[in-house]
């Protein structure tokens, strides 16, 4: 089967033509494929326009293991890119494969799968983020705590979130006294929020969990800049030299009108 640009969903007839390529509304992978979506149905074409995976899915995104996340009528698997199903469209929720692994969710709780769909770790969490470096933090009981590979508990459930950061360290965060009343505007910036919607702050702690940076940062603490922490105060990126003074990357502006907006609802200063 093959289609015309006119065919997909993302066609405007008021700036598209019958010249506009697939590549100017749509991105080609590493396999030479893209999504597209006729009626609201998504597909993998090739350049030429040639339907390599149907028109029957709800969602499809790449994957780490060179194959594609997709969901159909709520549930969610991978397929190969020769439409071969390599993990059964069964889940609730899935993650992406990641040190071999891939976090999944069904029946509302969380685990891990290997590439044969073989449970690794039980689904047993109320949530979950993906391993880093051997580790994992896991939600029980509205609380957070680690996880090594072998589903061993390293850090108690004592943080309102964790994850890890490399072998070493940790990222926790800590709601502040801060609500948010127009979480639905928050929505749409990078911001994390509590169960009751404060505003959360992220500090650092070692694997054996000792603090060694209060919850200062807007966002996790995932990289760093010459061994420093790379942080986010008032919605400024940075790094925390000496885990101390805060040096701002110029490069990183925001916009005018966001920061209207973040400063309207009281979560930027």
Same mark, same amino acid.
């Given at each position: 089967m093959k289609i015309t640009i006119k065919d997909i969903d993302q066609y405007d007839e008021l700036i598209h033509n019958e010249n506009t390529r697939f590549d100017e509304v749509t991105t080609f992978d590493r396999n030479g494929l893209a999504p597209v979506s006729i009626e609201n149905k998504v597909g993998l074409i090739n350049p030429l326009g040639e339907v390599v995976i149907p028109f029957e899915y709800e969602s499809i995104?790449?994957?780490?293991?060179?194959?594609?996340?997709?969901?159909?009528?709520?549930?969610?698997?991978?397929?190969?890119?020769?439409?071969?199903?390599?993990?059964?469209?069964?889940?609730?929720?899935?993650?992406?494969?990641?040190?071999?692994?891939?976090a999944v969710k069904l029946n509302g709780k969380w685990g891990f799968i290997d590439l044969l769909n073989?449970?690794?770790?039980?689904?047993?969490?109320?949530?979950?983020?993906?391993?880093?470096?051997?580790?994992a933090g896991v939600v029980m009981d509205e609380k957070w705590g680690l996880i090594n590979t072998s589903n061993e508990l390293i850090i108690d459930y004592h943080?309102?979130?964790?994850?890890?950061?490399?072998?070493?360290?940790?990222?926790?965060? =800590?709601?502040?006294? @801060? +609500?948010?009343?127009?979480?639905? #505007?928050?929505?749409?910036?990078?911001?994390?929020?509590?169960?009751?919607?404060y505003l959360m702050n992220f500090g650092l702690i070692t694997i054996d969990n000792q603090m060694i940076l209060e919850p200062i940062s807007e966002?996790?603490?995932?990289?760093?800049?010459?061994?420093?922490?790379?942080?986010?105060?008032?919605? =400024?990126?940075?790094? @925390? +030299?000496?885990?101390?003074?805060? #040096?701002p990357f110029e490069q990183f502006t925001i916009d005018p009108y966001e920061e209207k907006i973040l400063k309207q609802i009281n979560v930027m200063k």
């Open positions: 995104a790449n994957s780490t293991v060179n194959a594609y996340s997709v969901s159909k009528d709520g549930k969610w698997g991978f397929i190969t890119k020769n439409h071969h199903v390599l993990i059964p469209i069964e889940y609730d929720l899935v993650s992406d494969f990641i040190e071999n692994v891939c073989q449970i690794v770790i039980s689904l047993q969490y109320d949530g979950c983020t993906d391993f880093r470096a051997g580790y943080y309102e979130y964790l994850t890890p950061v490399d072998e070493n360290f940790i990222t926790f965060g =800590q709601a502040t006294d @801060l +609500k948010v009343e127009r979480p639905d #505007i928050l929505a749409y910036f990078p911001y994390m929020l509590s169960k009751e919607n966002l996790p603490i995932l990289e760093s800049f010459e061994g420093n922490p790379v942080i986010r105060k008032n919605y =400024q990126l940075g790094y @925390l +030299k000496g885990m101390k003074e805060f #040096i």
